[in-house]
């Protein structure tokens, strides 16, 4: 049986790891993993584990009720822009931050502020969020 | 060298339906979508003087599987037209459907496999059929309206993470955009009440548009006599800070069509165009450090401009993707219409309305006219179609602009410019 690329990322998240491919061919990451490099189309990849640690760049919020109903619990929640330390961008989920304009103009005049992962458990899959460093 | 078409293609005819509701809108209340469709296709081919018969080809584009129930539209599509027996697909681009259409249409035609091609695009964002019923209609939630809109986005990783359109589409962008050109908060916040002024008289003066209230007709009517004062205040709430609700797409429900052809023989009175055309694809992220600037719109504009032949100096109409008030500024600006951190101002001095020097989605955009996904870009099409005939009523731009381009991005993501050309 084949091994899908996706479960594996999502398995790996639950045991606190960033997983993502590296082009055998030009070096560059493509994170999340998928079937070809996304800079050089080469499907010759090796895993790698990403270090986790980024900056975040811009920070806002979703709507509420959300769209996917697997969030409809934490709705709305603050999301952002940021840039792992490997080069690779990534939006996702912040945890521990307050929605209020007021926190999220903070956050405008502060960035770029250090992020981690702060891996969720929501609705039987792991979702790859952040927080603050 | 850019690539070229092989032959010269032509749009001779339009059509589009108000944009609305089908539960509510006098124009289109109790229509199925079928008839929705035939009231566009119908218009356009009585636009171009062309007889049913005289289709080869007919594509029709819809997104939301859910709220049509039509994944094979070409066959029902082309029986309620008359056209049978025809060549016929069925495809999506989400929001840049009609007008990928077209260029697929063109290439039909530029290769000599076709003459005259039928583009349909059609779409309700607001209902869905009820129970089975062939006829009846039921409203549907809001989120699940963008649950199903978001099957268009990254599937594996992006949606199931926690991806939502407000930030990723309208937030950054906004803030990225303060952040590059150094302008406050309160200045983004003027001036995207300035964008959203403008594509409210828009609408105010379109028949067709979903929203035909100015903007400071709903303030009034919301019992402020000051339009920034209502902007401010709870019922225009942010929809992601910094952006609020104002500033975003109004879902609609509609359809739009195209003929596309050949000059010769054509009995249309004022063909227009297909100079040339770009498209790009990208999943998200869609930008890097920069969330000014997509590569795909770079790509598209790109190429687009190549096979035209033109420059952003050439052009005199145009529409950007503006589902986003902050994203459409942006993408102006990228196509070099707009100089760079100057279109919120360009909007403040009322440089973007009809009567401008910089005119821009003069039908009302996505905000105003509305957005039913399939058929936005066909109305955004059929839009720049009148305006460079002179036939654009009360909001004509003087003198007809010549070159028109019209952007979309379609979910998620498609960016696909046309460059279209024609009058006198
Ligand atoms: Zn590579």
Redesign the interface.
Known sequence: MAESI?KQ?YDALGQGKLLGKKCKKCGAYTF?P?TACKKCGSSEQEWVELSGKGKL??L????A???????AEIAP?A???I?LDEGV?????ITGVS?D?DT??SY?ERVPVDVVPDIQEIKG?N???FKVA | MGRKLKDSVFILGVGCTRFGNLLETPELKGLSLHEMAAQAAQEAMADAKVDPQEIDAVFVGNVTYPTSLLPATYSQIADWLGIQLKAGVHFDAACSTTNVGITMAAMGIASGVYDKVLVVGLESTLSQPKTLSPYERTTI?T?EM??W??HCVGQ?????????I???Y???NA??YCRKYGLS?DELEHGLFEVCRTRRLHGSMNPKAIRQETLEQEAKRMGFDDPWKFWTSRFNP??????RLNSVVTPADGASAIVVGRREGAASSQPVELQGFGISVMD??W???D?TVMPIDQESFKKAYEMADIKAKDIDYLHTHDCSHIMGICVAELSGYLPQGQGLKYAEEGRLRFDGDRPMSTHGGRHAFGHAWAASAGSDTYEAVKQIRGQADARQIKPFPKTAVIHTHGYAMISTVLVLNGGN
């Open positions: 996706i990322y999340p998928t760049l811009f806002s919020h979703g709507m009720p959300p769209p996917n109903p697997r969030f929640y999301y952002g822009h840039c961008f990534v939006q996702a989920i929605i304009p999220l103009k405008y899959l979702v790859l969020a | 939630p989120e963008w649950l809109t978001d594996s990783y992006s949606v199931p993470q926690g991806y939502d407000f930030p990723t309208n937030a950054f803030m990225g908060l942010h929809v992601a800070w910094p952006s998200l992220p930008y890097d450090e969330p």
